[in-house]
């Protein structure tokens, strides 16, 4: 079946340092891949999407590319602030019996500290 | 544009009592519906999936139920909640755009059970 690996939190920053969080996947057929975010409290939001190899999603400075080679969609963003602090998910959909099935990282908790 | 509702946003209830809780989407038509269950803590896990009115899928057998009467409406129940029930329900819509199956989740529902 399909599954997303994504790198144990929680992931400690300081204020404008760089930010990576891994997620891997295995899937059949060719997936679609998605980092949400979660906000305390709050329902998930989709940060960014990617929908074939090579591909760069991007959105509030963060981006991720889909890397097919080494099965991969690292999120990235350069230079994190205090409001980036929250779980993020990353996913894939792939069609599975004629639906598409939304497959979920465990999610990554990232703080920044001022 | 889309929108999703659910409610209510927190529920305290007894062990043993019943359990309705209520999504809706507006502004699109015929949308795939999902119910995902949060532990504290924890990722998601896809308790109910649905594509059409009266169809629904479980990924995972327990003392819930769903049920969709409408095309944009989609009902989590239970006739008697246990304890291992709390935690925070969300539900989402799915429409597939371009090549991708984009989920969109509601704000959640927070249920605690005592």
């Known amino acids: 079946g399909n599954s997303v690996t994504q790198m144990e939190g929680p992931v400690t920053l300081s204020e404008e340092a760089f930010l990576t969080i891994n997620c891997t996947y295995t899937?059949?057929?060719?997936?679609?891949l998605f980092w949400y975010v979660q906000y305390p409290g709050e329902g998930l939001q989709l940060l960014l999407k990617?929908?074939?190899?090579?591909d760069k999603g991007s959105n509030k400075g963060f981006e991720a590319t889909y890397r097919k080679e080494t099965t991969s969609f690292h999120l990235e963003k350069g230079s994190v602030q205090v409001s980036d602090s929250a779980v993020y998910f990353c996913?894939?959909?792939?069609?599975?019996?004629?639906?598409?099935?939304?497959?979920f990282g465990r999610g990554t908790s990232l703080i920044v500290h001022p | 544009s889309q929108t999703i509702h659910q409610w209510p946003a927190t529920l305290v209830q007894p062990v043993g009592s019943p359990l309705s809780l209520e999504c809706t989407v507006e502004g699109t038509s015929n949308p795939n519906l999902y119910w995902y269950r949060q532990a504290a803590g924890r990722g998601l896990q896809l308790l109910f999936y649905s594509v059409g009115i009266g169809q629904i899928s479980s990924e995972v057998p327990q003392n819930l139920s769903a049920s969709r009467p409408q095309d944009r409406q989609f009902i989590l129940s239970s006739k008697k909640l246990l304890l291992s029930d709390s935690g925070f329900y969300l539900c989402?819509?799915?429409?597939?755009?371009?090549?991708?199956?984009?989920?969109?989740f509601g704000p959640g529902t927070r249920l605690l059970v005592l």
């Open positions: 990617a929908t074939k190899a090579d």
């Open positions: 996913a894939l959909t792939a069609i599975s019996g004629g639906s598409y099935i939304p497959t």
């Open positions: 989402a819509w799915s429409v597939l755009q371009g090549a991708a199956e984009t989920q969109y």
């Open positions: 899937a059949t057929g060719y997936p679609s």
